[in-house]
């Protein structure tokens, strides 16, 4: 079974978005459920197709942590055995989780990901192909795609499946934004992987998302700095302990 992470705030102007991602996990064709971490919210506002639903949890925080925070803080309350971050405002496409449940099943590798698509207000998309090719990819090889810290990222982070150990061995990073940079590169350092050429994961554009809120560009170049380098290291780490292929 699938556990999806989301964070939220609860803010109305997400209420409806929120909901909308409900209903696109309730058109997935295998068992899954979700954690849904309120970031110091009343919890009463939680949509009402959410709150009645047996396979969603509500973990409610006492004061507001942010999202990386609250997200780890979910993370601990997930049971099965694969978990999927996801934002609040977004939705996964109908066959996204058993597309790459049936990979994982069959392969045993620690991830698997898909293409992404830009969802816009008049219900249109656009594909986002990342940098990493569809395939196989070793531990280590992802983040080699990201060839510098302004350059695009080299997967999309909510577009990972991935094993619930694995993930709790690279959450989200320490970070007010790009914290799930630091996740990707984290997951896809540590195990390997496969990339599926299908898109697998909607992300909403809305006047309210987080990438179009003020100030965010103010930080951006920080938090790239720190997930690309973060994301080297680890791969110098774990490549050197790794024994050497043949």
């Known amino acids: 079974m699938i556990t999806v992470v989301i964070a ?22 295998v068992p899954w459920e979700a954690v849904v971490a309120i970031d110091g919210s009343d919890s009463a506002r939680l949509p009402a197709p959410l709150a009645g639903d047996p396979r969603v949890r509500a973990l409610a925080l006492p004061r507001p942590v942010g999202a990386a925070c609250a997200r780890n803080f979910a993370l601990a309350q997930v049971r099965t055995e694969y978990v999927n971050w996801a934002d609040d405002d977004d939705e996964f496409s109908d066959d996204a989780m058993a597309a790459r449940l049936d990979i994982l099943e069959a392969t045993g590798l620690g991830w698997c990901a898909g293409w992404s698509e830009d969802l816009h207000p008049d219900g249109s998309t656009t594909l986002w192909r990342c940098p990493t090719p569809p395939g196989r990819h070793e531990a280590g090889d992802v983040w080699t795609y990201w060839r510098s810290p302004a350059d695009t990222i080299p997967i999309g982070p909510t577009t990972i499946l991935a094993r619930t150990e694995l993930v709790r061995a690279a959450p989200m990073g320490g970070l007010v934004q790009g914290e799930d940079y630091m996740a990707a590169v984290g997951v896809t350092n540590l195990a390997p992987g496969i990339l599926l050429p299908q898109p697998v994961y909607r992300y909403r554009k809305h006047p309210g998302q987080l990438t179009a809120q003020r100030g965010y560009d103010q930080l951006e170049a920080a938090a790239r700095e720190h997930a690309w380098h973060y994301g080297r290291s680890l791969r110098s780490v774990v490549c050197r302990e790794m024994p050497a292929h043949g």
């Open 8 to 29: 939220t705030q609860l803010h109305e102007d997400r209420l409806g978005y929120l909901t909308a991602m409900h209903a696109s996990l309730t058109r997935q064709s």
